[in-house]
T-cell receptor
Framework: EDKVVQSPLSLVVHEGDTVTLNCSYEVTNFRSLLWYKQEKKAPTFLFMLTSSGIEKKSGRLSSILDKKELFSILNITATQTGDSAVYLC??????????FGAGTQVVVTP | NAGVTQTPKFRILKIGQSMTLQCTQDMNHNYMYWYRQDPGMGLKLIYYSVGAGITDKGEVPNGYNVSRSTTEDFPLRLELAAPSQTSVYFCASIQTVQSSYEQYFGPGTRLTVT
């Protein structure tokens, strides 16, 4: 059975800390892995990863995919309170259908 | 471009009632999707469409129906609403899978069935 598993389910950090979020998957017909940020509304797109070992960066966020070990990590450095959100990992197949993990709730305290 | 729009934003239904959730996109996207998100969970795919006249079931299709008569619109129909259908519903779209897998999400419809 296909599955996407995120860990941890939640964490609390202080401003300035670095956060590492994990996503493992077992999905047939894999095409890409996507990360989204969700703040009590629709998910907003962060990254799409298709190739193994190539890091994608956007400001303080970065992500990498390992297609051999079937996992991805999302790093957030120098966290800010505005980074508080649920981070969703999703895997897409050839039809573009997304299968989501349960998400990681990140709380950044001042 | 308005992107992906959904109506209504909120709705309360009584058990057994029916309703249609509307989804429209103005980006000329071929692929459209309906997801539901229960509290504390990720999104689950209900139905999807790869073009006008073509629809298929996702992971949780029971209790729902869809149609796709135009490229722009992808309504989701709930028949005989049940409390288990209380959820937030998101519509999403992409141009084609050849262009990008990044899905554009609508703002969501929060549905409560009591």
């Amino acid at each position: 059975e296909d599955k996407v598993v995120q860990s941890p389910l939640s964490l609390v950090v202080h401003e300035g800390d670095t956060v590492t979020l994990n996503c493992s998957y077992e999905v047939t017909n894999f095409r890409s892995l996507l990360w989204y940020k969700q703040e009590k509304k629709a998910p907003t797109f962060l990254f799409m990863l298709t190739s193994s070992g190539i890091e994608k960066k956007s400001g303080r966020l970065s992500s990498i995919l390992d297609k051999k070990e079937l996992f991805s990590i999302l790093n957030i450095t120098a966290t800010q309170t505005g980074d508080s959100a649920v981070y969703l990992c999703a895997v897409t197949d050839s039809w573009g259908k997304l299968q989501f993990g349960a998400g990681t709730q990140v709380v950044v305290t001042p | 471009n308005a992107g992906v729009t959904q109506t209504p934003k909120f709705r309360i239904l009584k058990i057994g009632q029916s309703m249609t959730l509307q989804c429209t996109q103005d980006m000329n996207h071929n692929y459209m999707y309906w997801y539901r998100q229960d509290p504390g969970m990720g999104l689950k795919l209900i139905y999807y469409s790869v073009g006008a006249g073509i629809t298929d079931k996702g992971e949780v299709p029971n209790g729902y129906n869809v149609s796709r008569s135009t490229t722009e619109d992808f309504p989701l129909r709930l028949e005989l609403a049940a409390p288990s259908q209380t959820s937030v519903y998101f519509c999403a779209s992409i141009q084609t899978v050849q262009s990008s897998y990044e899905q554009y999400f609508g703002p969501g419809t929060r549905l409560t069935v009591t």
